[in-house]
């Protein structure tokens, strides 16, 4: 498969996994070429024989991010970047204040999960990944991906408290 192919099969899929950890688009489109720049440089020493070629390439989307983080010292759930576009959109001013505090709500209680739980909802709800998926792309087992999974969405239910968002 020429990389030209990889990159059409794979580039909305890289791109929603980093748009879901970082809400400003511009710096998710940054970080998206990168993967791809870094993919690009390496593909000629990828051995589909150590990894499949799709955890080959989350590997490295998950390591920029690593790196993104690192330089800017927060965490991308945290992020608050990208308001202006939604303040921008065509929406109301009345709903986009519901889904500022709504976002507001859902990162607060956000923070109460590990990384690994964040990683985990990142790709179960962003890549919309089978938890078989995702413990191929870990190292996790299936079954230790559901529980963490089932956790996490049950602290993020009582953070949230009844009414959810």
């Known amino acids: 498969m020429g990389f030209e192919e990889i990159y059409d099969r794979y580039f909305q899929r890289i791109y ?7 809400l ?3 710096a998710a ?3 998206v070429s990168a993967v791809f720049e870094k993919a690009l440089d390496k593909y000629a020493s990828f051995d589909p024989a150590i990894a499949p070629l799709e ?4 590997a490295i989307a998950r390591n ?3 790196d993104h983080f690192r330089r800017r010292k927060v965490r991308g759930w945290l992020s608050i970047d990208g308001h202006e576009e ?4 065509a929406e109301s001013v009345e709903r986009s204040a519901e889904r500022g505090e709504e976002n507001a ?8 999960l590990s990384e690994q739980e964040r990683e985990l909802i990142a790709m179960k709800f ?3 990944l089978t938890n078989r998926e995702i413990a191929a792309q870990t190292g996790l087992g299936e079954s230790n991906v559901g529980v963490t999974l089932f956790r996490a969405m049950r602290k993020l239910k009582a953070s949230l408290g009844p009414e959810g968002l």
Do not use: C
């Open 126 to 128: 962003s890549l919309d």
């Open 24 to 26: 400003e688009r511009g």
């Open 105 to 112: 709500l859902l990162l607060a209680a956000m923070r109460g």
């Open 55 to 58: 955890a080959w390439l989350f």
């Open 64 to 66: 920029t991010l690593t």
């Open 29 to 31: 489109d940054d970080l």
């Open 16 to 22: 929603n996994y980093i748009r879901y950890r970082v």
């Open 86 to 89: 939604r303040l921008a959109s």
